[in-house]
């Protein structure tokens, strides 16, 4: 087993999340749990799920398996998951943390997030990426932050969860839930990488003790043949993932790569040992485009960034 070399970040409310996670979105079934063992095993600390992704159960038998050998305790991860956008009512909050909680085989979550600032229609337990109407549009539910945000909090009342946070907000939906948030957003989860930098983003979760997690460091492998990121892996000895996602550590964001590959699992652990001189920072951050590859409103129909 390799040693454990987690770098962490404190949030708002006085706890650690480690700096590099591992991201299972898209890690397909009868793959994931094994992927989510070679990450342990690899190093990784900070496991990042979801519901919506239909593998929390594979991921909670890994789980089991890595605890019952004794490889690791629950105590020594740190596990997110999200809230799902059809189940934003607060009645259905806690329900579906119940159920993502019996999928991990857990008792609480270190980090739970709203997936999305966007409430759908409710389509059960059985979830729907986005249901439709008649004519092909996402059918929103008339559910108010407020009251999602209100249950996320009784969570941690209650001790399932011990932080809480969003992801894919923008500056005026955390506006809106700090002017009434008994707890405040310890997360928000972004796309963040050197085509989509977020700088104002940055600037206003920073002023308001909010961490950022980045997700799609790669930018959906569009930066993988980036010429500018390619010279800069050469001249550092590393992989483009390792610039990419050490660019991320350096911005003060976590940073949850994803693969389902055992060596590039291993290699892209490989951040911690090394920094990318101010001058390269500066020529990666240039490289900005504000190229957003994860777009709600080609997944969903909804521009809420527009």
């Given at each position: 087993m390799t040693t454990n070399k987690n770098n962490y970040l404190s949030m708002n409310n006085g706890k650690k999340i480690p700096v590099i996670g591992f991201g299972t979105w898209k890690s397909p079934k009868n793959v994931v749990g094994e992927s989510i063992k070679q990450a342990i095993k690899?190093?990784?600390?900070?496991?990042?799920?979801?519901?919506?992704?239909?593998?929390?159960?594979?991921?909670?038998?890994?789980?089991?398996?890595?605890f019952d050998s004794g490889l690791i305790k629950r105590e020594e991860l740190f596990i997110t998951s999200k809230l799902w956008c059809t189940c934003h009512s607060k009645e259905n909050v806690e329900k579906h943390l119940k159920i993502t909680l019996a999928d991990l085989g857990l008792d609480y979550l270190d980090l739970y997030l709203v997936h999305w600032p966007l409430a759908f229609e409710y389509t059960g337990e059985c979830l729907e990426i986005n249901p439709v109407d008649e004519n092909g549009n996402t059918k929103l539910a008339r559910i108010p932050m407020r009251q999602t945000w209100e249950a996320m909090e009784k969570l941690v009342?209650?001790?399932?969860?011990?932080?809480i946070g969003v992801a894919n907000c923008n500056v005026q939906t955390i506006i809106d839930i700090l002017s009434y948030a008994r707890i405040r957003p310890a997360m928000n989860q972004v796309e963040l990488n050197p085509y989509n930098t977020q700088q104002r983003l940055k600037y206003f979760c920073h002023l308001n003790g909010i961490q950022l997690t980045a997700y799609s460091p790669l930018g959906h492998g569009k930066l993988i043949t980036d010429k500018v990121v390619c010279e800069l892996a050469k001249k550092y000895n590393r992989s483009v993932a390792n610039i990419l996602c050490r660019w991320a550590i350096q911005q003060g964001f976590t940073v949850i790569p994803k693969s389902v590959n055992p060596d590039r699992i291993k290699d892209n652990f490989k951040v911690l040992d090394f920094k990318i001189d101010e001058s390269d920072m500066s020529i990666l951050n240039n490289l900005?485009?504000?190229?957003?590859?994860?777009?709600?409103?080609?997944?969903?129909?909804?521009?809420?960034f527009a």
């Amino acid at each position: 087993m390799t040693t454990n070399k987690n770098n962490y970040l404190s949030m708002n409310n006085g706890k650690k999340i480690p700096v590099i996670g591992f991201g299972t979105w898209k890690s397909p079934k009868n793959v994931v749990g094994e992927s989510i063992k070679q990450a342990i095993k690899a190093g990784y600390r900070h496991l990042d799920c979801a519901a919506i992704y239909k593998n929390e159960k594979e991921v909670g038998a890994a789980l089991k398996e890595v605890f019952d050998s004794g490889l690791i305790k629950r105590e020594e991860l740190f596990i997110t998951s999200k809230l799902w956008c059809t189940c934003h009512s607060k009645e259905n909050v806690e329900k579906h943390l119940k159920i993502t909680l019996a999928d991990l085989g857990l008792d609480y979550l270190d980090l739970y997030l709203v997936h999305w600032p966007l409430a759908f229609e409710y389509t059960g337990e059985c979830l729907e990426i986005n249901p439709v109407d008649e004519n092909g549009n996402t059918k929103l539910a008339r559910i108010p932050m407020r009251q999602t945000w209100e249950a996320m909090e009784k969570l941690v009342d209650q001790g399932l969860v011990r932080s809480i946070g969003v992801a894919n907000c923008n500056v005026q939906t955390i506006i809106d839930i700090l002017s009434y948030a008994r707890i405040r957003p310890a997360m928000n989860q972004v796309e963040l990488n050197p085509y989509n930098t977020q700088q104002r983003l940055k600037y206003f979760c920073h002023l308001n003790g909010i961490q950022l997690t980045a997700y799609s460091p790669l930018g959906h492998g569009k930066l993988i043949t980036d010429k500018v990121v390619c010279e800069l892996a050469k001249k550092y000895n590393r992989s483009v993932a390792n610039i990419l996602c050490r660019w991320a550590i350096q911005q003060g964001f976590t940073v949850i790569p994803k693969s389902v590959n055992p060596d590039r699992i291993k290699d892209n652990f490989k951040v911690l040992d090394f920094k990318i001189d101010e001058s390269d920072m500066s020529i990666l951050n240039n490289l900005n485009k504000n190229l957003r590859t994860c777009d709600p409103d080609s997944i969903f129909g909804v521009p809420i960034f527009a």
